[in-house]
């Protein structure tokens, strides 16, 4: 960790002497606990689909603007930077980096959730919709301004096209395009990431939200795409959601999300695993495009 802290110290200012505490670690970076109050995201420029520096500015971007909310704690950005030499020391190719408020909590253990006996798996349902919905509510104010950011599914259907070559395929996906965007719903500001391991927890406090390298802004149902298998934890989410906002989840619409979510596990896939793998994702999205109403 002194590596790092030597490499990157003379490019973020008052950055505390380690050692840091390895919170979390993905496709994109890594986040440090710096011990005073505060964490240190560390960008990548290549992981999954699309690129480093467009995930750093739309997270920094969504930072500066997401207001804060009664009902879901939200972090604070306390300064970011980019890096000058990518590669300055061993190690991935850095982007750039973020300083932000550290949060209290674990992120939620999809693994650990069928553990939860059943009322304490409806309880942090009813948690993490009741937080979405403060969320979303908090942020039609800003969706104009972060109008810039785009749509997350638009976004994600386009950077999975890139690795997708099936004619059929690419052809249902730029229909599934036009079908989200020609949709008759109001646009809001979203989180486009809102996966269990986005959310932190602990006992006595709201759910908060981290990560927003994939925020735009759509309509409120693309915040649900990676809500398809969770079964009685996600109807708890979509019931507290619709008790919140005064305003259901769309079926349709969420069928819309899941199959952008089919595309991108199918991109990210598509040549790692078994053949037999790789088989099931375009199963997996074929169906997802039918039940969204995009037919061969």
């Not at 006992?203 to 759509?218: H, I, N, Q, S």
């Given at each position: 960790?002194?590596d790092?802290?030597?490499?990157i110290?003379?490019?973020?200012p008052d ?5 840091w ?5 993905g ?17 990548r420029?290549?992981?999954?689909l ?5 995930k750093h ?13 009664d ?10 930077g980019?890096f000058?030499n990518?590669?300055?020391?061993s190690?991935p190719?850095l982007?750039?980096w ?11 253990d999809?693994?650990g ?5 059943g ?11 009741a937080?979405?919905a ?7 104010a ?8 785009g ?8 950077e ?5 070559n ?5 052809t249902?996906?730029?229909?599934l395009?036009?079908v989200?965007a020609g949709?008759?719903a ?8 809102m ?6 927890v602990?006992?006595?406090?709201r759910?908060a ?10 309509f ?7 809500f ?5 934890l996600?109807d708890?989410?979509?019931?507290s959601y619709?008790?919140?906002s005064?305003?259901g989840v ?5 069928r819309?999300g899941i ?11 598509s040549?790692?695993?078994h ?7 375009v ?13 061969d």
């Amino acid at each position: 960790m002194n590596d790092i802290h030597d490499a990157i110290a003379a490019e973020i200012p008052d950055l505390p002497q380690g050692p840091w505490a390895l919170l979390g670690e993905g496709l994109w970076g890594t986040v440090h606990d710096l011990g005073d109050g505060t964490v240190l995201k560390l960008v990548r420029r290549n992981g999954g689909l699309g690129t480093g520096e467009s995930k750093h500015y739309r997270e920094t971007t969504a930072l500066a603007l997401i207001p804060q909310a009664d009902g879901v704690r939200l972090p604070r950005l306390v300064a970011a930077g980019r890096f000058a030499n990518a590669y300055g020391f061993s190690g991935p190719p850095l982007a750039g980096w973020l300083r932000l408020e550290k949060l209290d909590g674990r992120p939620v253990d999809e693994g650990g959730i069928y553990g939860l006996r059943g009322e304490e798996r409806e309880r942090l349902g009813e948690e993490i919709g009741a937080a979405l919905a403060h969320f979303h509510r908090a942020g039609e104010a800003i969706a104009e301004d972060a109008a810039k950011l785009g749509s997350p599914a638009l976004r994600s259907i386009s950077e999975a096209m890139m690795r997708i070559n099936d004619p059929v395929l690419r052809t249902r996906l730029e229909r599934l395009k036009e079908v989200i965007a020609g949709e008759d719903a109001p646009r809001i500001f979203l989180h486009g990431d809102m996966n269990f391991s986005n959310v932190l927890v602990a006992r006595g406090m709201r759910p908060a939200l981290v990560d927003f390298a994939e925020a735009g802004v759509g309509f409120a149902e693309e915040d649900f795409r990676h809500f398809d298998n969770p079964g009685p934890l996600r109807d708890a989410v979509f019931r507290s959601y619709a008790a919140v906002s005064g305003r259901g989840v769309n079926e349709l619409r969420f069928r819309m999300g899941i199959a952008v979510n089919a595309a991108v596990s199918l991109a990210l896939g598509s040549n790692a695993g078994h053949p037999r793998e790789g088989m099931r994702r375009v199963s997996f999205l074929d169906e997802a495009l039918r039940r969204a109403g995009i037919e061969d």
